[in-house]
């Protein structure tokens, strides 16, 4: 009796993993639907607005609207990641097990960015943008333990997650930034400028303890550079204008790109020093005679 009742709890379970690949097929799909809303020909969501909480005039930290482009490759990636997952060989991998419900809470969180931003609504972007780098956080630390298995599946599960974080982080700085700038608010006398400077430092240098925890994280570290530069561009040539601002971030990016490049660098070498040093001790090198 006990076999038997074992089978029927298996046949009565929920199949989990199938609901899993569903949510996120169905996600993907309704992102790629409207992904192109950013980029559209007669002016993108974020400007649509001049109140825009995003725009690029909206504050002293808020980055070009070519910025946010970078949904773009997320969404190609979570379609790429909709046909991955269901795979013979992945439908029962642990892994995506794990990543698949990560990618869908990244999923969720961005339909509701994209709420928030529609709706011209900075204390609904606050809390979103809170989620998404929580989101992130929790998928760099599940990356740092459970690497991926192939160049293809970093691509398709990991990317999407690094640069979605990455969006949280800009997205974060510019609503406190348009919210503290809408209520003329002036922390400590400091003035708009300083504060600034100080949330690109907070930004680099986090962004840049997160690259160290692994091989570099060039993915994230590569659209922060690109949400940096866009800001940089932005106070350099647009308006409102900050020379300051604009190299601070400049300086920022710079920064975040060598030093993910040089964990990466490092993490590299110190492997392939292991690897030679294990193909030394199981193939040694034959005794050379010695010629007097």
Known sequence: MEPESRLLRAEN????????????????????????????????????????????AASHLAPAAEAWWMWLPVTASWLGYALYQWLPRQRENPRQERFGWLILASQIVAFAWLLAVSEVNAGLLLPVAAAQIAVGLVAVHSMNIHPPSSVVEGILADAPLRVSLAAGVLSLVAALAFTLTRAEADLAGWGATVWALVSLITVMVGITVICMTDRGHLSLALAIVWGLSCIAFERLTGSPDSMSIGVGAAVAAFLVLVSAGSRRHQVDHERRRSERQTEGRFHPEPIRPVVL
């Open 13 to 56: 379970r929920l199949p989990v993993g199938l609901i899993r690949r569903v949510a996120v097929s169905l996600a993907a799909a309704a992102a790629a639907a409207t992904a192109l809303v950013l980029v559209r020909s007669d002016g993108s969501l974020i400007e649509r607005s001049p109140d825009s909480v995003l725009g690029s």
